[in-house]
């Protein structure tokens, strides 16, 4: 698909006078966990001309696309992404840090990479991870079977917090770096490599039973993270000085 995405992408700069700073895969594609039928989701950064940033309006900062062959596009404008990346957008994080890079532009992705120890918030975060984890355990896996596939989407948005109760650092987007994290315990590492044959071999429809002593698990994870969540210390604002000059050096080139 790569050929069709960069196609995408330079169809993007075409039709609405952007450059396009840097493009990744994100979900489980970028997490490494997809089925054979999942949807291609590209995320992207782009700068505008620097005369469109002087407008007493503000245009919108979206480019969203649905293309064939499940190709998901959609990107955020530099200003839009530099704000969100000062509130410690989780999201955006991940695009930076996921495998599987289409394009990117030095001169953003290196800093912005760089900057990302400072901005980073650990109680917002762990809150972020806790959440989809939650959310995940209650709306697909409390009933008598589950899917195999949202098994991971709770795996690992726990190992996330995890991740984060550790380090306090921004979690890898890949799935199998948290996985081989020295906190994540050799019984732990077994459970989940069975459950990982066992996705290859079902399909995307397929649902069994969820094992008692990993529902429990789950739900010890839940528990731990909610209490300690409120212990994370927010971290002092990063300086926006940085990313000022990170806009005005991108909209000058």
């Known amino acids: 698909m790569t050929p069709q995405i960069l196609a995408a992408l330079a169809a ?13 895969e994100s979900g489980s594609r970028a997490w490494g966990f997809a089925s054979p039928d999942s949807d291609y989701d590209v995320r992207f950064v782009y700068v505008h001309a620097r005369d469109w940033y002087l407008r007493l309006g503000e245009p919108r900062d979206v480019i969203e696309q649905m293309l064939p062959d499940d190709l998901d596009v959609s990107g955020w404008d530099l200003r839009k992404a530099l704000r969100l990346f000062a509130r410690s957008n989780i999201a955006l994080y991940e695009w930076l840090g996921s495998p599987i890079v289409y394009r990117e532009d030095p001169a953003f992705a290196v800093p ?32 008598e079977t589950v899917r195999l596939k949202k098994v991971f989407y709770f795996l690992r948005p726990i190992l996330a917090c995890r991740w984060i109760e550790q380090t306090r650092t921004q979690p890898p987007t890949a799935f199998a770096e948290l996985v081989a994290a020295d906190w994540v315990h050799a019984d732990e590492r077994t459970t989940i490599a069975e459950l990982q044959h066992r996705k290859q071999l ?30 994370l210390a927010r971290r002092t604002e990063g300086n926006l000085d940085e990313l000022d000059s990170l806009m005005i050096a991108l909209c000058d080139r």
Do not use: C, K, N
Request: aromatic share 8%; no cysteine; proline share 4%.
């Open 202 to 231: 079902a399909s995307e429809a397929d649902r069994e039973a969820l094992d008692p002593t990993l529902a429990q698990w789950m739900r010890d994870q839940l528990e731990h993270y909610a209490r300690i969540g409120p212990s």
């Open 12 to 24: 993007v700069e075409r039709e609405h006078a952007v450059r396009v700073l840097f493009a990744a």
């Open 112 to 143: 912005a990479r760089e900057l990302i120890a400072r901005h980073f918030q650990p109680a917002a975060a762990l809150h972020h991870y806790l959440g989809t984890a939650r959310t995940t355990f209650h709306e697909h896996l409390s009933g």
